[in-house]
């Protein structure tokens, strides 16, 4: 028994024929006698064979699911391998939206221990620029915002799996009457001063928010963390941006701003989401982060 025998029942499988000749640059015959070879090897019959094409028995039904998970697994293997070897110096493109970079740093701590040879860069942008910038292979992998119907999952070029979801809430100075309440209402809203992060999915919610209530009063927006968060910590605006990321801001956690519930607003914010190129070569490596992070961001949520 061999690799190449289990590629070619694989492939015949699928297809439910043996004309799987020409893509695997191999003749009708050759492949014909291969897989007789293998079944004599195991002394069982694999395929019924006829002029209608070749249908597996009920041994080679399981004969083939095995045979399947063993090339997954070569494949799982091969593509550690090929990150280990050619990617000395190589780099994992990563584009992020702002709110996820404070639960980075342990991901790509673990990450970078067990794949040594990887330079990880990390670019921040907007969610359809990163969507973009992954279809044009200018990143790996990315971090974004999705839309409140979730469009960017219709798009049958990326992969998406959503890692945390959450909901909109304001953020006030602790200077701010609004950091003695609990709650503030989208009406209240309108007496105040906003920053906002410039980004598609946070305008989606801005404009939303504006025609069920009337227009907001928008001091700036920007895509700068740090001019909006010193905006609010001197009471000269109130921000709105996901709950997960205002809890988990530094100065949140030492009361400078003060998360608050916005009242009275059916939200439907569908979150956070990994995204990352169907046709990636680098699947197990990309699986792995996202199974990394996607613990690392859950149990720091928890916390929050």
Do not use: C
């Not at 697994?73 to 990150?83: C, F, G, H, Q, Y």
């Amino acid at each position: 028994m061999n690799i190449e025998q289990l590629r070619y029942i694989a492939e015949v499988a699928k297809l439910g024929s043996l004309s799987v000749a020409q893509q695997l640059h191999i003749t009708q015959s050759a492949i014909s006698q291969s897989i007789t070879n293998l079944e004599a090897e195991l002394g069982v019959k694999i395929f019924n064979r006829s002029r209608l094409g070749a249908t597996p028995t009920d041994m080679g039904y399981k004969i083939i699911k095995k045979a399947l998970e063993t090339l997954e697994k070569l494949e799982e293997i091969k593509l550690e391998a090929d990150m280990s070897l050619n990617l000395v110096g190589g780099k994992l493109r990563l584009g992020t939206i702002p709110s996820p970079l404070m639960y980075l740093p342990k991901t790509l701590s673990s990450f970078k221990e067990d794949y040594p040879n990887i330079q990880i860069e990390i670019a921040e942008k907007a969610s359809q620029a990163i969507i973009d910038d992954i279809k044009q292979d200018r990143l790996d992998i990315g971090l974004i915002g999705l839309s409140r119907e979730g469009k960017e999952m219709r798009d049958e070029d990326i992969v998406f799996e959503i890692v945390l979801r959450g909901k909109m809430i304001a953020a006030a100075s602790k200077q701010s009457p609004l950091a003695f309440t609990k709650s503030v209402t989208p009406q209240e809203i309108r007496n105040y001063l906003l920053v906002i992060y410039n980004d598609d999915r946070m305008w989606e919610f801005i404009n939303d928010l504006t025609t069920q209530f009337g227009a907001a009063d928008i001091l700036f927006s920007t895509n700068n963390l740090d001019a909006i968060r010193n905006a609010v910590i001197e009471n000269l605006a109130i921000t709105i941006a996901p709950d997960y990321t205002v809890k988990n801001d530094p100065y949140a956690r030492t009361g400078e701003i003060v998360p608050i519930e916005i009242a009275n607003l059916e939200q439907d914010y569908p979150g956070m989401a990994l995204v990352w190129s169907k046709t990636k070569s680098s699947t197990a490596i990309i699986r792995n982060f996202v199974s990394r992070l996607t613990s690392d961001m859950m149990e720091l949520r928890n916390r929050s």
